[in-house]
């Protein structure tokens, strides 16, 4: 078979400049060249097809491997151009189902592929179909201010809960394309709205499709690492709250170069791992959650320059920047009056688009916390008895004595119940015999607590995801009725 037409009409499809080149027997047919132009779309597909007939006829397995190459090819020209102009990338569909008894391979090289408003360059796919499901082993794309890779499949044998396993490589893509054309990073990262630059992503998603096509969020589960370049982030409420609430104008616009984050989404919440942050000398610890439907639940340990908040000062409302702070401790029989930096946790609730804020005054003098304060205040407790005692005659020693011990221990109640409410941040021992017996009673309480929120606990979590990520491999993965 060798033949060429310059027009085919085929299902109110026009083709132009239709070539066919190959082999039909009665089993097998061998596709030298078919290619054709569809209106600004073209195609040159080679390969072969075994069981054509007794597949149509629904008795054989249709058997074969495709390939096809294009210098641009429109998705959009075969779908309702109304549905073209509303949707987004990953606007909601009906399920396709799989069709059992076909066994394919395809392979695709275009130049210009476009779907909806999504403009790509450079694709390369490799796409397996077998068992009622679809299998993308391979999707490279350079588009979106970057480059992309995908892995996935997409599982039909329960068509009422199609079953989807995703993995995406994504290098120096844009927040904004990305934020723009896609709902589910929307519902994900709803930040990425208020973010300029660039970032790289590794992520692992498993889950079941509902009826519209769109994640059932209640099984998504997934995780990965997110790392920004050369970006910022302006506007974004929460953010905007912290600053006003600590009075400290310069985290109302923070500079992301450079952060490295990872976050776990289970049961419709996004968990963000703790991770360090450094801007304009304010060193901040930040981790949390979200919930799909954007309310939240995160902590910001800051470590403040004093200087930076006397600075705004003169703008601070009653409640709000370093007086509030340092009223609210001198409720609590705390100093903080003196010291480089001051320490605060700051809890942010509510909702992306009402937060609510509660702050912690942790302490200050640069690594201070509250137990440097039970430490601090306790050793000016015991000089201030021994100067007493110096100044008492002989005859007065054991009266003094008594009174001193009176006054030292009611100090200790009223340290000890500080250092309760602030636990989360206690990290060593008082020093001084003052307190002694106080840090034994607290000792292993806050040894217990500071393990659980350290270092080591935060570096487990991670080291979780990076296994998820390494080991994840979606051609093994087969899910039937939602179950693996």
Known sequence: MDASVDRVLVNQMEINQFKIKGQAGPTAIQIGQLAGQIGESDFSLSGHLENLLGWISGTDMLRGNIQMVSRKFNLNQFMDQEEVAAAPADAPFAPVAIPALVH???????????????????????????????????FEAAGLGGKLALQGAYNTQNIAKPAFHLKYDLQKLDFQQVFNKFNSFQALAPIGKYIQGNFSSNMVMDGILGQDMMPDLSTLEAAGFLETFNSFINGFKPVEGLAEKLNVKELKSLDLKGTKNWFEVKNGVLELKDFDYSFKDIAMTIGGSHGLNQDMSYHVKARIPRSMMEKNAVTASANTGLKWLESEATKKGLNVSVGSHVNVLVKIGGNISAPTYQVQLLGSDGEASAGDMV?????????????????????????????????????????????????????A??????????????????????????????????DKIKEKLKNW?????KKKDGQE
């Open 473 to 477: 491999d979606p051609l093994g993965k």
């Open 104 to 138: 394919l391979t395809g392979e695709a090289r275009i130049d210009h592929l476009i779907y909806t408003d999504l403009d790509l360059r450079q694709v390369t796919a490799q796409l397996d179909i077998a068992n009622e499901e679809a299998r993308l082993s391979r």
């Open 429 to 462: 021992k008082a020093k001084n015999e003052a307190v002694k017996k106080a840090e034994e009673a607290l000792g292993k309480e806050v040894g217990k607590k500071i393990e659980e929120i350290g270092g080591d606990k935060a570096k487990e979590e991670t």
């Open 375 to 427: 430490r601090d205040q306790a050793g000016e407790l015991t000089r201030q008895v021994r100067d007493s005692l110096e100044r008492l005659g002989k005859g007065k020693i054991d009266e003094a004595k008594l009174e001193a011990k009176r006054q030292a221990q009611a100090r200790l109640d009223s340290l000890k119940k500080v250092a309760n409410r602030t636990i989360d941040t206690t990290l």
